[in-house]
């Protein structure tokens, strides 16, 4: 291939995806209509912990349009119960039920379903239920619910705590103990909900003659669900298919099996007519698996010159009703205690974690997962011990990051990083914002009163993981593969087949980056598809930054293959040795001749016109390749995010001034997508950090249910963002790609929190708690004033 | 979130309009801009059988002067406010104010009327109402009364409106000459309602203080007049410790309550900082340091 | 269930006579009986601004007025603004400066944009962030779409300065 021609991988093309969500005609579920369609509404649970005595839907079932009223005991024979199976040690798997039977465990758990002719009707009927309902024990404090003897959320468990694992290596507490320094404390990240624009909604239709089911979805996993279904429903896999069309984002949030996917599934089989649920964003903030919710109590053992001796933590993950299908409840508190020691030299970690069962809304993986929890402590600690030993904050990350010749370096909880640029986008990040600068600025707006706070964090996570290690450990499930097919079809249009289903992250253009430039055409000559689970035989979707690695990997296999019979093709064709044919912008030429096929020419050869090639040929070769890849392990991606912040001393207002990020991030696609997906992070991180929180009341009352209270950061609150692209070595895997997406949400929230305790440092303030709000600095510095 | 049915009337004029809500006794509402309405409607905290609309009723809406003062009709809507010449230059304070209103796509709807009859009392228009003593003219089946602003903010979401009453127009009295004004408010997010805020006007004759106004945003059940704040301020020159002392005075005004966004100490803490700020910026408008 | 109300509007140019109930909103008006789906629905409180659409000029939730308020009202959605084939200069600077990705919140975002526009100078990132305030976006973080309104913005006072005499 000539290295003179312009690269297509990591080239700044305008993506294909644009023109139908920019025109308004991309096709969004709730876009989707189908004849005869009927939709639903849910009456759902006001108590958070309730046995159910009665359900009256006399009145509802006659209110105008209703055409079915079904409560669990309507369905209790139609589908088979739900459980997040997992061979990990002392974990307690729940019993996910569609619409809730005997109790409740959270407000907003669906008791019954109303359908009819319009969303208006439905809900109508839906106010006219009444169930009578018997309050058991209030079990919203995740503490009150972990202690010994209290109440049961779950009866067959015998226990709140349904998860518990440890990791430890070395001899910690000897480390304390000879430890010059040790600075600790209980952090508290609060809850958040991912709050895509787009609202899940699912829509159903039972082919009454095929017997077969087609499930349109707001979800990040259609083979996941297809699998789910196929199961749950006693319904053969090639006869059930999930479709995931346009959607609106996800973050984790879409990543699920949702009561809602079953009954609408079951409720159109039933029925005998298409069947539409849409969630509105009430159901949303209060159904949507939510994320973030940790306590956690960490100390850090360190010696005089600030190196790290040894960390340790125990961990108590607030992890709602119900253990959530497929990732289990583990999948967040796990992570928090598996990357805490971060991207840090660190001999000795114990680090243990329970996740307490509460009634309050599932908690689910929500971008950055545990990452977010893990950074946010471990930058703190980090930033505690600096002033404590006053040394600078960034200086005493240099004496810690692993360095170059440490890699592979294996963390305290096992887990490996290969090489990474950690101290490298810890330099970048410096030079970017100008840190020296930055410090005197700081200087002389402290010597004038004002609270100028710098934050640094830096992290590291495992993107794009391949089978050797789990997303959630012990399942029954497979996230550690992804496959593409490529074809060339009989008029030579190139469509690419997955199984990850893209929902803002641009794949239909990266992916079609990749094999334009492995297979030699252009990026608008491949047709990407996916987001079907008929297109693959397994697939599991799009999440835990995953699809640019292992979907970019499978689609440069399947792609080089393709390239391979082309060209051998095109040797008869041409009559020319396959080492002196180039593929290259859709044409197959004989390098130095003007010989030339289009691939269109080529297909119509190898297809249709029989005599042209050895009849032999058409039964050994194919234009078409279908190659999974799996890289086996993960690969480390890691990055060092600074924001320079103000906070106003008299009304507390945090306001950003700078944001920076430095990540390394590998082999970029798309530098417009990348940076596209830094963006959101970091705005998902500022609003964890300084805006969003689920409030339950001692009831288990979700009292952030609107877009009023649960406050999500518009444009006004976002600073502009300024990010370094540092490549380091290219990773070991196919593409030379790292996974990314979810580094913002994973630095912001440590970034920041570091950079109000600078800012108060005067004050002696070490903020430990998410989200900053003024509410909680006023009660922070009046207790400060007090003290001094 | 679908709202509830209800019949649907688009009134020709004021007197079908308050006949209408007579006739249906307390099951109608009247529906101008709708931003604050029709979210209850969506979340079914409202139901009420009869919706009247004000939209089509002629001549309910505009900015004219009256007295030296303005006379605004019920159905301005928040841009016109926000873009009037006149309104900028006889009660830059309101001007100002409107910036904070929450979104462009909520002011091209919203009305004064509207705002007031709402009541919220984190919403900037009533406390606009409040600090400038305003008059409110009110229309029912009785005929035509006018309720100045202290009179008509009754308690968090509730005025001294009969059921069947609507909010005609706003008369807003002529400001003096010398007289400097500011607004400050602190809020979560751009465009939120505010956790507090504070409207001064500050009119001056011979140096000293002929007039003191401080209107206090979501830190009571209406718009609060911290009436002892302005008696402090009365009759003085400017120094700082004045200042120092309306302040404090504006913040035991203040009778905030705790909830999700921030706590009454919080609250009450604000408003002595805005206060402060407040009345510094009026007094140096007043003086012609700034504009 | 209350009776039908005739009304007769023009949406995108087109003109429409439809019996509607009155409490339909008009998001829903756009998306089903229309079959404008490009209208989006993300909060039903007029929070998020997804269902924005200019009404006689002016943008507006559409989540927030009902159909049958609209009798003789020009509408134009986000289907009026260009197609798949001609994108509108704006619609062509969010996709130069990648200012979306799910693409949900977009048509909300673009209307006001389109507003924004007409409305205010948007001298500098400050403003053109608090307009854009009213529109939540969680995918882009903003960055990109800032980018794109400042380029037509300056495009636009370029042309502005051009016709002065």
Known sequence: MSETRPKIIGARVQRVEDPRFLAGVGRFTDDLKRAGMLHVAFRRSDESHARIVDIDISAAETMPGVVAVVTAKDIVDAVRPVRAESRMKNYHATTNQPLAAEKVRYVGEAVVAVVAESRYLAEDAAEQIVIEFEPLAELTDPEVAAADGAPLLHEEAGTNIIALREFERGEVDDAFSAAALTVGGRFRFRRKSPCAIENRSYLAEYDQGKRSLTLHATTQVPGIIRDALAEALDIPGHRVRVVAPDVGGGFGGKASLYAEDLIVCLLARKLGRPVKWTSDRLEDLMTTTQGFDEIVEAELALDSDGKFLALRADILGDVGAYSIYPWTCTVEPVQVVSFLPGPYRLPCYRGKVRAVSTAKTPLGPYRGVGRPISTFVMERLVDMAARRLAIDPAEIRVRNLVVEDEFPYKAGSGLVWDRSGFQECLAAAREKIDYEALRQEQAKARAAGRWFGIGIASYAELTGIGSRIAAAPGM????????????????????????????????????????????????????????????????????????????????????????????????????????????????????????????????????????????????????????????????????????????????????????????????????????????????????????????????????????????????????????????????????????????????????????????????????????????????????????? | MKPPAFEYVAAGSVEEAVSLLAEHDGEAKVIAGGQSLVPMLNFRLLAPAVLVDLNRIPGLDGVSEQGGGLRIGALTRHRTLETSEIVKARFPVLNAAMQFVAHLAIRNRGTIGGSLSHADPAAELPTMAVLLDAEIEVAGPKGERVIAAQDFFESALSTTLEEDEIVTGVRLPALAAQTGWAFEEFARRSGDFGIAGVGVTVSLTDGKVAQARVALLGVGQTPIRASAAEAVLLGKERNLELIAAAAEAARQAAEPEDDLHGSADYRRHLVGVLTRRAVEAAWRRALGEVS | MSDTLRIALTVNGVRYEKDVEPRMLLA??????????????????????????????????????????????????????????????????????????????????????????????????????????????????????????????????????????
Not at chain 1, 589 to 609: K, M, N, P, Q
């Open chain 1, 476 to 788: 029954a499930l497979n996230t550690g593969t992804e496959t593409s097919t490529v074809r060339v079809d009989s008029t030579g249009s190139v469509t690419a087949t997955f199984g990850i289903a893209s929902h803002g992250q641009g794949m239909e253009t990266s992916l079609a980056q990749v094999i334009a430039e492995e297979l030699g055409v252009r990026v608008e000559d491949v047709e990407v598809v996916h987001g079907d689970s008929d297109g693959q035989a397994h697939g599991t979707g799009t999440y835990a930054s995953r699809s640019a690695v292992l979907a970019g990997g499978a689609a440069t296999l399947s792609a080089r293959t393709v390239r391979e019979n082309v060209i051998e093709i095109a040797s008869h064709l041409l009559e020319a040795a396959p080492a002196d044919i180039d593929v290259a912008d859709g044409t197959i030429s004989v390098v130095g001749t003007d010989r030339r096929l289009s691939f269109r020419e080529l297909a119509r050869a190898f297809y249709s016109e029989v005599g042209r090639l050895p009849h032999e040929l058409r039964e050994t070769i194919a234009l078409e390749a279908t190659k999974t890849y799996d890289p086996f392990f993960g690969t480390t991606s890691s990055a060092t995010h600074i924001v320079a912040l103000e906070i106003d001393p008299e009304t507390y207002g945090v306001e950003l001034r700078r944001y920076v990020s430095a990540e390394d991030c590998g082999r970029i696609i798309n530098p417009l997508i990348v940076d596209g997906q830094v963006h959101g992070g970091v705005a998902q991180g500022i609003g964890a950090a300084l805006f969003e929180e689920v409030v339950h009341d001692e009831a288990g009352q979700v009292l952030t249910a609107s877009f009023v209270d649960y406050l999500v950061p518009t444009a006004a609150e976002i600073p502009s963002m300024e990010t370094v692209h540092v490549e380091t070595a290219r990773p070991n895997n196919v593409g030379g790609f790292r996974g990314m997406g979810e580094g913002g949400t994973i630095g912001a929230p440590a970034a920041i929190a570091n950079a109000v305790s600078d800012a108060l440092a005067p004050l002696d303030i070490e903020i430990d708690e998410l989200p900053i709000t003024p509410e909680r600095l006023f009660r922070l510095i009046e207790r400060a004033r007090k003290n001094q």
């Open chain 3, 28 to 165: 829903d008006f756009l998306r089903e009986t229309l079959g404008l789906t490009g209208t989006h629905i993300g909060c039903e409180h007029g929070v998020c601004g997804a269902c924005t659409v200019l009404l006689n000029g002016d943008s507006v939730r559409s989540c927030l007025t009902f159909a049958v308020q609209l009798d003789g009202a020009d509408i134009e959605t986000v289907e009026s603004l260009g197609t798949v084939e001609d994108l509108s200069p704006l619609q062509q600077a969010y996709r130069e400066h990648g200012a979306l990705q799910c693409g949900f919140c977009t048509p909300g975002m673009l209307i006001t944009s389109v507003d924004l526009l007409k409305k205010y100078p948007l001298a500098n990132d400050a403003e053109i962030r608090e307009g854009l305030s009213g529109n939540l976006c969680r995918c882009t973080g903003y960055e990109h779409i800032v980018d794109a309104v400042r380029a037509v913005a300056k495009a636009q006072a370029k042309t502005d300065e051009g016709d002065k005499p």
